[in-house]
Structures are given as C-alpha cells and as structure tokens.
C-alpha cells in the first residue's frame, strides 16, 4: 500500500508538467493511463533493465551508464526505444563518460511493454515526459537502423 501510495503521488506530480517542462493538465483518462504505464514500466525496468542501469538508475561505475540525469536520454526518446528493442554494441558517450559494454537486444518484448519502459524512464528521476503510448512506440521501430 505504501508503495501505491507512493507511485501514485508520482504520478500525478508527473502529470503536471508536459513536454519542455511545459505546464500540461491531464485529463483523469491521461492520468491513469500513465499511472498504468509507470507500475508496468517500473515493473519491467527491474526486470530487464535494473542489473546493469540500477534500481535508481545510476549505472555502475564506468562498466555501464547512468538513466538518471543522463543527456542520451534528451530528445532521443526513437533511440532508447531502438536500443531497448535492439540492443546496442559499440562505444557510447553518456554525460562525458565514454561507455563501450554492449546491451543485449530485447527482442522478446512487445511494443506495450517497450512503451510501458520508455514511460518510466521518462518520468522518473527527474523527468515528467508524460505517456510514450504504443502507436509512437510501434512508429519509431519501424524507422530503427538494424
């Protein structure tokens, strides 16, 4: 119950605010729905994502970056959501840091599951996107480079 109680002050302290840190209202519809996508996004974060990226989103040491705060994740929502989908080799350059572990693709996950994902990393620690719904989710994969 504390937890609910928790996510959901979350929620609708994330509901306030839109896009650009725009002031957004929602509608009760919209509010639930990213209520919905939060517990489930949460929920598959420590599933698949948490071992490497940590629980609060900090990353490890130099092995693998940080979520939280992180500059990859501004204005490239279309690529999280690719390398959430396909993973990611190579060197990659997160706040300064250079990074070179791959991530292992998630090709079992659905579009719902990656939009559910997508939603939780950007409303948590910090930032208040607002729902990444499953038809922008589906678009963006369509347009990933293999």
């Known amino acids: 119950m504390k937890y609910c109680l928790g996510l959901l002050s979350l929620v609708v302290f994330c509901s306030c605010s839109g896009k650009g840190g725009e002031t957004k209202a929602l509608s009760h519809t919209e509010k639930v729905k ?3 996508y939060m517990v489930a996004g949460q929920q598959l974060y420590m599933q698949h994502c948490s071992a490497c990226h940590q629980a609060e989103g ?6 693998f970056p940080p979520l939280k705060n992180s500059d990859y994740l501004n204005d490239n ?3 999280v959501v690719c390398v959430i989908k396909n993973g990611l080799s190579g060197e990659i350059v997160v706040n300064g840091v250079t990074y070179n ?3 292992p693709a998630l090709p079992q996950l659905t579009s719902l599951e990656i939009a559910e994902i997508a939603t939780y990393l950007y409303n948590s620690w ?3 996107e607002g729902v990444i719904n499953v038809k ?4 963006m994969l369509e347009k990933c480079e293999p």
Do not use: F, N, T, Y
């Open 101 to 103: 572990q791959p991530m």
């Open 136 to 139: 922008e989710v589906e678009e």
């Open 58 to 63: 900090q990353g490890l040491a130099k092995l």
């Open 77 to 79: 929502v279309e690529g």
């Open 126 to 128: 910090g930032r208040s």
């Open 34 to 36: 990213l209520e919905q």
